[in-house]
């Protein structure tokens, strides 16, 4: 079993890339990297956890979270290695974001959440007479 469980705050914008070969379902390949700082304990320490979602999560990662953006995340952890400019191996530990929660007030949030294009109305809402319970 591979599985984390994360709540934390961004400690910078998010870096979102785009790919350049399209996906099979004809969308364009997206990740979004960011790191997470989560409280290590009640003195303030944190651990700083390297994250990365793709597709519709790396979307809403980008149109919604910024540095501070506290959120709640359900990941599996994914190792791996590359070589640097100055040839030494570097080794890295990831998280790949499976689920994201937004945790942060809505009202505290600068950008209301609320689908672009559309318009919201709110419906006629007949008296209780006409509903059929009550």
Same mark, same amino acid.
């Given at each position: 079993m591979n599985k984390v469980e994360l709540i934390g705050r961004?400690?910078?914008?998010?870096?979102?890339r785009y790919?350049?070969?399209?996906?099979?379902?004809?969308? #364009?390949? /997206?990740?979004?990297r960011f790191t997470l700082a989560v409280r290590r304990n009640s003195k303030g320490d944190a651990d700083f956890i390297r994250c990365i979602a793709f597709d519709k999560a790396a979307h809403n990662v980008e149109?919604?979270?910024?540095?501070?953006?506290?959120?709640?995340?359900?990941g599996k952890i994914?190792?791996?290695?590359y070589t640097n400019k100055d040839g030494k191996r570097v080794y890295? #530990?990831? /998280?790949?974001?499976?689920?994201?929660?937004?945790?942060?007030?809505?009202?505290t949030q600068q950008d209301p959440i609320a689908p672009e294009g559309e318009d919201?109305?709110?419906?006629?809402?007949p008296d209780d007479a006409s509903l059929p319970f009550r």
């Open positions: 961004l400690t910078k914008d998010p870096e979102v790919g350049e070969i399209p996906a099979e379902d004809g969308n #364009t390949n /997206v990740s979004a149109r919604y979270l910024v540095r501070g953006s506290r959120v709640g995340l359900i994914h190792t791996g290695s890295t #530990t990831d /998280v790949v974001v499976l689920e994201l929660y937004f945790l942060d007030d809505r009202s919201f109305l709110i419906p006629d809402i």
